[in-house]
């Protein structure tokens, strides 16, 4: 699938294929400057290190924007019947070890507690929607997208690449978890709708309480 996108003044062509190995650094850097931007770069990769571990453990599909041979975007998920796994696989341990070296690092502490912190609220999300009847086969674990490469259609094509992986495998409704420093519109454009919500108090006096939701969608019939 290809998506023209202007790139260093030139039009260049974004091709989605599936995650590769190789990938791995460049989208792990696009995770620090995403949500971590706010540490010192050590610790920012160490913390994105965690999140991106943590994602993989429980992925079952990955796809991957290039643009003029680098990575930059990637949206993955998973489908519970395409996931045979251990919930203690690879990725689980390479995320727990990531988080070890972290508490070591200039600022680390703070890093890995909003993860857990991000993590337990996830956790209780999923359990508050469950409570009210709310139940799912599929989740978009994770979607990122360099800022240079948006505006030009490539996150509507990343996510339609996905919701077809979900047709084939069979599911119709899927959820993701969101929050106030993502494009929620976004999703609310793509059709899904909140299902619940929990709020953190800013952690810095002055700034605004995140806000966490859990949305759902269903996919949609092919075009």
């Not at 699938?1 to 030139?10: E, F, P, T, V």
């Not at 791995?24 to 706010?38: G, N, Q």
């Not at 799912?136 to 997208?145: D, G, I, P, Q, T």
């Amino acid at each position: 699938m290809l998506s023209r996108i202007s790139h260093n003044g030139n039009m260049s062509e974004a091709i989605i294929r599936t995650l590769r190995r190789d990938d791995y650094p460049a989208l792990i850097d696009l995770v620090r400057r995403t949500w971590y931007a706010e540490f010192d770069e050590r610790t920012g990769l160490l913390a994105a290190e965690a999140d991106w571990e943590n994602c993989l453990a429980r992925t079952t599909n990955a796809f991957v924007a290039e643009l003029d041979g680098q990575p930059v975007a990637l949206i993955v998920g998973r489908v519970d019947a395409l996931d045979h796994r251990s919930p203690l696989n690879s990725h689980r341990i390479n995320s727990w070890n990531a988080l070890a070296r972290l508490v070591f690092a200039k600022g680390g502490i703070k890093a890995a507690g909003e993860i857990l912190g991000i993590l337990g609220i996830d956790k209780r999300l999923r359990a508050q929607a469950a409570s009210a009847g709310h139940d799912y086969a599929a989740e978009v674990v994770l979607f990122v997208l360099d800022p240079a490469a948006r505006g030009h259609g490539l996150g509507r094509r990343m996510f339609e690449t996905l919701m077809d992986a979900f047709r084939l495998a069979g599911v119709r409704d899927y959820f993701l978890f969101t929050d106030t420093t993502c494009d929620v519109g976004f999703y609310v454009h793509r059709g899904l709708t909140q299902v619940c919500e929990q709020s953190l108090p800013a952690s810095v006096p002055g700034e605004n309480p995140s806000s966490f939701y859990l949305y759902e969608g269903s996919v949609p019939e092919p075009a």
